[in-house]
């Protein structure tokens, strides 16, 4: 049983982590990695300090160019830990061997309630294409921070919308199959003040379907997340943000609300299954499926500089 935890990095992810944990678990029994001074939490200063607060649970949110050092801390100091990993896994491809604790990577739409409405839904559907777009302001991100000292904005840091909203990326594999991109464009286009892309456009295809698009970008000032599924008999529109979805099947059209999810509930939902081994465990991004998804992103980025 899961009784202590550890929160390397205490950005707005991390905070986010903590106050969720801290309803989950005694306050006492939570330790953060971090510089900044806490009154209300135990704080350490080093990963090497680790194996004083000895957790049974491991949250990293530092930045993701700094994954690959804590886990391999990890690997070579502690056995049988349970680790999650803020998405993506790595900002660029690694062979690390791990073999000594359980690790899971933080794609958290895989507990989003529409998210697997549309897995139940699709599930025996013959399914021809996949269209999906997610674009915001990066300025309007983080309320801590000014965006053009984020990580979002620093290429050393694991920034850009590829690496950023890996989360399309991840559900779709979830929902359709592996991807195969076929054409790419992948560029800084607005004027936001960053050394990271900030636009990409992918057109691939899964087992499952013939074509899938994605487009996404940091410059959308009206915030939107949507899907749009066509098929044998369905269509579907589904919106995260509005929390809806327009489904017709044949010439039945429905429109289901999922008005009372939030994010903080798909967080809870995401260390419970890790806390407690529950319902939701099998919607848990493994690490080899977060390996992957970082493989593919080196993939696309190698076929846009062509």
Not at 193 to 211: P, Q, R, W
């Amino acid at each position: 049983m899961i009784k202590s935890v550890l929160v390397s990095g205490y950005g707005s992810i991390g905070r986010r982590h903590v106050n969720i944990l801290s309803k989950l678990v005694k306050k006492k029994n939570i330790t953060i990695l971090t510089n900044q001074k806490l009154s209300n939490f135990r704080t350490i200063k080093t990963i090497k300090a680790l194996n004083e607060v000895n957790p049974d649970y491991i949250v990293i949110s530092n930045p993701t160019s700094d994954h690959i050092n804590k886990i391999s801390f990890i690997e070579k100091n502690c056995k049988n830990k349970f680790v999650l990993v803020e998405k993506p896994l790595f900002s660029k491809p690694d062979k690390i061997n791990i073999k000594n604790n359980k690790y899971y990577i933080g794609y958290n739409l895989r507990f989003n309630p529409i998210i697997n409405f549309l897995k139940k839904k699709i599930k025996s559907k013959e399914i021809w294409s996949v269209n999906i777009f997610c674009g915001s302001y990066l300025p309007d991100w983080r309320s801590n921070i000014n965006y053009k000292h984020s990580s979002s904005a620093k290429k050393d840091l694991g920034g850009g919308v590829l690496l950023d909203l890996s989360h399309e990326l991840d559900y779709v594999q979830w929902l359709f199959g592996k991807v195969q991109i076929e054409h790419c464009k992948i560029k800084k286009l607005s004027n936001l003040n960053i050394e990271t892309e900030d636009f990409a456009n992918l057109i691939g295809k899964t087992t499952k379907v013939s074509s899938i698009q994605i487009t996404l970008n940091y410059f959308t000032r009206n915030p939107t997340r949507k899907i749009f599924i066509d098929g044998k008999n369905i269509s579907v529109q589904a919106d995260l943000n509005k929390k809806n979805v327009v489904y017709h099947n044949g010439n039945k059209k429905k429109i289901y609300n999922f008005n009372n999810s939030n994010r903080n509930a798909e967080y809870k939902r995401q260390h419970l299954a890790i806390l407690k081994k529950n319902k939701y465990t099998d919607r848990l991004c493994s690490f080899e499926e977060g390996r992957q998804l970082v493989y593919l992103i080196n993939q696309i980025r190698s076929k846009s500089k062509r």
